[in-house]
């Protein structure tokens, strides 16, 4: 099995609005019409402890973790190995050598602060620790499900944790599915001024979409994280169908950056101000 960065070259990185990979057809066809036709059900995806608990069924996410994979057998076969691989070593010196030179442009020291690109090490997130590996990966089996309630965004624009290295998205839209939405949109910020945070998430004021990745089957999309990659999935349509992907990562052992001075003026006064009844 070959992996989806099998047929990326350092050379299809599209680095505006941030460094990313769209790769189309990212599977072999036979391969792709296996995995989603082995898909572990929402049932089965619900029983991680990972998952965020939420009191809504209408357009949430559900996951497995690549622990949650190895450990059950309700898995097929098929799919432990394509987690497996996508979590392995191989597949982080695939990345490594796709993405080093804009790793380098937008954090020159990296090698010195987190290690040579020649010598870094790999594991498993949840199952390996940074004792053992300099970057902790995870394959997580993903699943948004059904907009039985009204058309929702899982999730507006923000950026993902400091401490994550990359972030990609597999698709495996059902061919039935004939919802629109769901689709990757990247932002920037607006006149190139970092601004408006709150946590993690961004105010409509200080950034602009201006890419949207369309939510089809097998397609990868892969980015390099910074304060930079805003990203967030577009509302989706009342719809049966559930949204499909795998969620791929790769995590360091402290942050890349930090974003804690952009916050927005208003959420630091609420942030404040919990924090003082709670003390």
């Given at each position: 099995?070959?992996?989806?960065l099998?047929?990326?070259?350092?050379?299809?990185?599209?680095?505006?609005?941030?460094?990313h990979?769209?790769?189309?057809?990212?599977?072999?066809?036979?391969?792709?019409?296996k995995?989603?036709a082995e898909?572990?059900s929402?049932?089965?995806l619900?029983?991680s402890?990972?998952n965020?608990?939420?009191?809504?069924?209408s357009?949430?996410?559900?996951?497995y973790?690549?622990?949650?994979?190895?450990?059950?057998?309700?898995?097929?076969?098929?799919?432990?190995?394509?987690?497996?691989?996508?979590?392995?070593?191989?597949?982080f010196?695939?990345f490594?050598?796709?993405?080093k030179?804009?790793?380098?442009?937008?954090?020159?020291?990296?090698?010195?602060?987190?290690?040579?690109?020649?010598?870094?090490?790999s594991g498993?997130r949840?199952?390996?620790?940074?004792?053992n590996?300099?970057?902790?990966?995870d394959?997580?089996?993903?699943v948004?499900t059904?907009?039985?309630i009204?058309?929702?965004s899982?999730?507006?624009?923000?950026?993902?944790f400091a401490?994550k290295?990359?972030?990609?998205?597999?698709?495996?839209?059902?061919?039935?599915d004939?919802?629109?939405?769901?689709?990757?949109?990247?932002?920037?910020?607006?006149?190139?001024?970092?601004?408006g945070?709150?946590?993690?998430?961004?105010?409509?004021y200080?950034?602009?979409?201006?890419?949207a990745?369309?939510?089809?089957?097998n397609?990868?999309?892969?980015?390099?994280?910074?304060?930079?990659?805003?990203?967030?999935v577009?509302i989706?349509?009342?719809?049966?169908?559930?949204r499909?992907f795998?969620?791929?990562?790769?995590?360091?052992?402290?942050?890349?950056?930090?974003?804690?001075k952009y916050q927005e003026?208003?959420?630091i006064?609420?942030?404040?101000k919990?924090?003082?009844?709670i003390?």
């Open positions: 099995m070959r992996t989806l099998s047929k990326v070259q350092a050379s299809d990185v599209i680095a505006e609005p941030f460094p990979i769209v790769v189309k057809d990212a599977l072999d066809e036979d391969l792709c019409a995995l989603m898909y572990p929402i049932d089965t619900k029983q402890k990972d965020v608990p939420t009191t809504t069924s357009n949430v996410r559900f996951h973790i690549a622990e949650d994979t190895f450990n059950d057998e309700q898995i097929s076969p098929l799919w432990k190995d394509f987690i497996q691989l996508h979590s392995s070593n191989l597949f010196q695939q490594i050598e796709i993405f030179d804009h790793i380098l442009q937008l954090y020159p020291n990296f090698e010195q602060d987190y290690g040579s690109f020649d010598s870094l090490t498993v949840k199952i390996d620790t940074f004792d590996a300099d970057v902790l990966l394959a997580l089996i993903c948004n059904p907009v039985t009204r058309p929702t899982v999730r507006s624009a923000h950026i993902d401490d290295l990359f972030a990609g998205l597999f698709y495996l839209r059902d061919p039935k004939d919802s629109t939405g769901g689709n990757l949109q990247l932002y920037k910020f607006k006149n190139g001024k970092i601004q945070f709150r946590s993690n998430a961004l105010t409509g200080a950034v602009e979409a201006c890419k990745i369309k939510y089809e089957r397609v990868l999309v892969l980015f390099l994280n910074s304060i930079y990659a805003v990203h967030g577009t989706r349509s009342l719809t049966e169908h559930p499909y795998v969620n791929l990562v790769g995590e360091v052992k402290k942050p890349l950056f930090d974003n804690s003026a208003n959420h006064k609420y942030w404040r919990i924090k003082q009844l003390s």
